[in-house]
């Protein structure tokens, strides 16, 4: 125990604490391995950033949707079902990009819009639970353990996809893995029987969520520093797999990529759970939205695989800096806020719709800017222009009214 204590610090950990750590684990491996490559396999059958921009759109749509949509079931049903429909449509995603053509543009938004419905129904009840499993004193732990398994999973996926798309002829190695992805999902969906039900609510009340950006303060922040994350991920999800591709003509350069990035990823992940206390919490934002910031003016101008490994570098220290005292941050925010044990639901729905707003708003610029003039002319000002968004969330919740416990 000593020796756990030693590498985790001192925190109490519960069957359902790990239990959904395990099922987070295996959802970001299994999405590790193949999510990255979606976009270079849609891209390698349409060399056009149309129908790949249309895909992101159509999943941070159907996201959004799904949120509302499944945060008012999870007033009547168990959450935990909520997740393993999210987990199941996940699966289906992949075995539908096994099974059908996706080289034109309406499919790369049907299956988009899979995506976003299992996306959507996974991060609820993930995020649900997360705030229900945790408490404030175990809360930085989570997140910043899970980032540990993310990074751990960033290493070991990308790599090993990466290898095996290059090692195999054709579109064989897309397919090994898209199988691989689904039985991971299988297996999450399996573990997720174990955890406990959790008790229903009566209402969903998302109006009185909404009204309450304009009496509590702190909440309003929250819900536009999502909005700014959110344009920052829009374009960047997708973007830097085709850069990393077009640079290198090789999945398994998208791999080693994955693997460096992650790696150092994890190294920090581990340090800044450890270190970062609540009163250095903004401190930190601001570091880290910085160092985003700083490292879009790496790639923007010029792109080679050596300068995207440095972004890689500069970012890998920069998101664990920044994610863990704000993602903590916002839940100790909305723990705080109007009847936060009652409408956590709508709290948890209403700040996902303003990250995947955040997504659509950059992705549909990107996908306006791109039609009407050359992309490789206008991507860098895009790039630019919303790579600020991890930037502008410090400037937002700087002024948040929050006293430490």
Known sequence: MSKWKFLLGDVDLNKDLILLLSVGGLFTLATALSSTFVNVYLWKQSNNYLPIASYQFSIAFFQALTFVIAGRLAKTIDRVVILRAGISFLAIFYIVVLLFETNTLLATILIGAILGIGNGCYYLAFNLLTFEVTEPETRQFFNGFLGLINSFSGMLGPFI??????SMIGNKGYHFVFLAAVILFICAVVL?????????????????????????????????ANFFQGIREGIFMFV????????????????KYGLITSLISFITYYIVTRIIKENFRMKAIFIGGFLLFCSVFVIAF???????????????????IILVPYLSLTYDIIGKSYKAREYRVEYIV????????????????????????????????????????????????????????
């Not at 996809?161 to 290059?166: E, R, V």
């Not at 998302?206 to 009204?211: E, M, N």
């Not at 222009?385 to 502008?392: E, S, T």
């Open 302 to 320: 010029k792109v080679s695989f050596p300068l995207l490994i440095i972004y890689g570098a500069i970012i890998s220290l920069a998101y664990p």
């Open 350 to 405: 209403i700040r996902e719709v303003y990250l995947n707003s955040g997504r659509m708003f950059s992705i549909a610029v990107f996908i306006v800017c791109t039609s009407l003039f050359q992309p490789e002319q206008f991507i860098p000002l895009l790039m630019c222009l919303f790579g600020a968004g991890h930037f502008l969330v410090y400037f937002v919740m700087r002024k948040l009214e929050y006293k430490h416990a």
């Open 161 to 166: 996809a990466g290898a095996i798309i290059s």
């Open 192 to 224: 997720s029987c174990f955890l406990v039900r959790r008790e229903l609510d009566s209402e969903f009340n998302i109006k009185r969520v909404i009204q309450e950006r304009k009496l509590n303060d702190n909440w309003r922040r929250v819900t536009y």
């Open 240 to 255: 830097i797999s085709i850069y990393i591709f077009l640079s290198t003509g090789s999945e398994f350069a998208l791999g």
